[in-house]
T-cell receptor
Framework: KAGVTQTPRYLIKTRGQQVTLSCSPI?????VSWYQQTPGQGLQFLFE???????NKGNFPGRFSGRQFSNSRSEMNVSTLELGDSALYLC?????????????FGPGTRLTVL | KQEVTQIPAALSVPEGENLVLNCSFT??????LQWFRQDPGKGLTSLLL?????REQTSGRLNASLDKSSGRSTLYIAASQPGDSATYLC??????????FGKGTTLSVSS
């Protein structure tokens, strides 16, 4: 089975712009979670989608949003980019959405905000 | 609020040495704990998942233990190799389905 894929792998944007990142989970997986990784804060949870519904949300401002499509692919959007949004954005999928399931991570999208 | 701590932040060992990475968490009410490996600039690779009812899990040269009551987990790596060089992260699953991560231990194994 193919692993979790994320596109694009690298992005450079300027402050004030918006960006959309994409994640394709492992085939058959219905849950997709997003995480932000920075050197200072480490890995922080953004949100989780299961069967097209947001099931859980981390402590991030409303500029961060996401959605999930019927094929389980997910997108996250960041509007009005700030310098502090520069980070590695990782998505993870799991089969049933149960906490007992292992989460499988993609390679990430490296976002640089200038 | 759950906090996950990993000590040491960095570790250097010669090839062949057995080593232990530590992870501690402040709230013992966890559902499970997962260990990951991250290579520079890459995503996370799941190594071991320990459910709260389990005491340990093994995969090849890796053994992870969990002591929920004391809020501790260890990852034991036997006969370390240069290819084991990476950052190792532990994460706990508490309420909901979000993982709470430690900052990681960066391991360097020299040949």
């Amino acid at each position: 089975k193919a692993g979790v894929t994320q596109t694009p792998r690298y992005l450079i944007k300027t402050r004030g712009q918006q960006v959309t990142l994409s994640c394709s989970p492992i085939s058959g997986h219905r849950s997709v979670s997003w995480y932000q990784q920075t050197p200072g804060q480490g890995l922080q949870f953004l949100f989780e989608y299961f069967s097209e519904t947001q099931r859980n949300k981390g402590n991030f401002p409303g500029r961060f949003s996401g959605r999930q499509f019927s094929n389980s692919r997910s997108e996250m959007n960041v509007s009005t980019l700030e310098l502090g949004d520069s980070a590695l954005y990782l998505c993870a999928s799991r089969a049933s959405g149960s906490r007992a399931d292992t989460q499988y991570f993609g390679p990430g999208t490296r976002l640089t905000v200038l | 609020k759950q906090e996950v701590t990993q000590i040491p932040a960095a570790l250097s060992v010669p090839e062949g040495e057995n080593l232990v990475l530590n992870c501690s968490f402040t709230d013992s009410a966890i559902y499970n704990l997962q260990w990951f490996r991250q290579d520079p600039g890459k995503g996370l690779t799941s190594l071991l998942l320990i459910q709260s009812s389990q005491r340990e899990q093994t995969s090849g040269r890796l053994n992870a233990s969990l002591d929920k009551s004391s809020g501790r987990s260890t990852l034991y790596i036997a006969a370390s190799q240069p290819g084991d060089s990476a950052t190792y992260l532990c994460a706990v699953n508490q309420a909901g389905t979000a993982l709470i991560f430690g900052k990681g231990t960066t391991l360097s194994v020299s040949s």
